[in-house]
């Protein structure tokens, strides 16, 4: 492999088992900012002052990442062909946006780290320049998948591989923004149990969005652990519109193990809501949910 793939790869690989142990949002600060392993030293993965990064220990031309910050200050914009990133700012051959064109040039794999929140990213790799814009001075990104890099990576190609790496990135994208909306309203704490817990916890949604790119809300969300956001979805259990927990028939009326019990014990209890009242889950939305849960949970 030559040295560029192989230090694109040594950053994927070094990205995935960030993943697994802080989960799929990483802060800058302690983490990101350390680096990658590589050629026995450290290179950067990233450049939150520039956005577009290509690291000093790099031979080849293309971009090695890009991002995009919590406040999104470049109006970079997602759309059904793909995320449209903003050329920075000057003549569209400087340094960082030569590196960028030459990732589509080459059609090499970079990461795509995308603010969910004031100094976290979540990375999204591989992903792939797939047109350029001139005239509109933007590149258009799609990303593959969420997992590190086997054998050689090539962009989707056009049509229905295309079209669903768009959806895919476009979902994962929502999702990271409303993770990275909700869980801070909660102050990273289950709503149910208080687990505090950063890789357990999930933005869970009240009322599904039919639209993945539409607008996150946080009053449609509640932070939730793992095993309380399944038993969400399955109507396990059910949240009244007066944020009480209620436990389903069916779990109440079964006995099995300590687990079980401890599921049990949130029934009739309160869950725990943002301080700020546009923060909490939408009484009306709530009511929606709890109706299905009553006709289901019997
Ligand atoms: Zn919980």
Redesign the pocket.
């Known amino acids: 492999m030559e040295r560029d793939a192989e230090l694109r790869t040594a950053c994927f690989l070094e990205l995935a088992a960030l993943r697994a142990r802080f989960g799929p949002d990483l802060p800058y600060r302690g983490v990101l900012d350390r680096g990658f392993t590589f050629g026995g030293g450290r290179v950067p993965f990233l450049s939150p002052q520039k956005g577009i990064f290509r690291a000093a220990a790099q031979r080849g031309p293309a971009a090695l990442s890009v991002l995009t910050s919590a406040r999104s200050p470049y109006g970079d914009e997602e759309t059904d062909e793909g995320v449209w990133y903003a050329y920075r700012s000057g003549a569209v051959d400087i340094a960082d946006n030569r590196a960028l064109l030459r990732a589509y040039d080459l059609r090499v794999p970079l990461v795509y780290f995308f603010g969910t929140q004031a100094g976290w990213y979540r990375p999204l790799f591989p992903s792939f320049v797939v047109d350029r814009d001139d005239v509109l001075r933007r590149a258009l990104l799609v990303g593959v998948d969420g997992g590190p890099p086997l054998g050689d990576l090539e962009p989707p190609a056009e049509g229905v591989a295309r079209a669903y790496a768009v959806r895919d990135t476009r979902v994962r994208l929502h999702q990271a923004r409303f993770r990275g909306m909700v869980l801070p309203a909660y102050r990273g704490r ?1 709503a ?2 208080r ?1 505090h817990e950063a890789r357990l916890l999930d933005a869970a949604h009240i009322t599904a969005d039919r639209e993945a790119a539409g607008d996150a809300v946080v009053s449609n969300g509640i932070s ?2 793992s ?2 956001h399944r038993a969400f979805d399955e109507d396990l259990i059910g949240v009244s519109p007066d944020r009480q927990v209620h436990v389903s028939r069916r779990l109440l009326d079964d006995e099995d193990g300590p687990m079980l019990e401890l599921l049990k014990g949130f029934h009739r209890q309160a869950i725990e809501v943002p301080r700020a009242q546009r923060l909490r889950p939408d009484a009306e939305r709530l009511a929606r949910r709890f109706e299905r849960f009553l006709l289901v949970s019997g």
Request: net charge neutral; hydrophobic share 50%.
């Open positions: 289950c149910v149990c687990l939730l652990c095993i309380h």
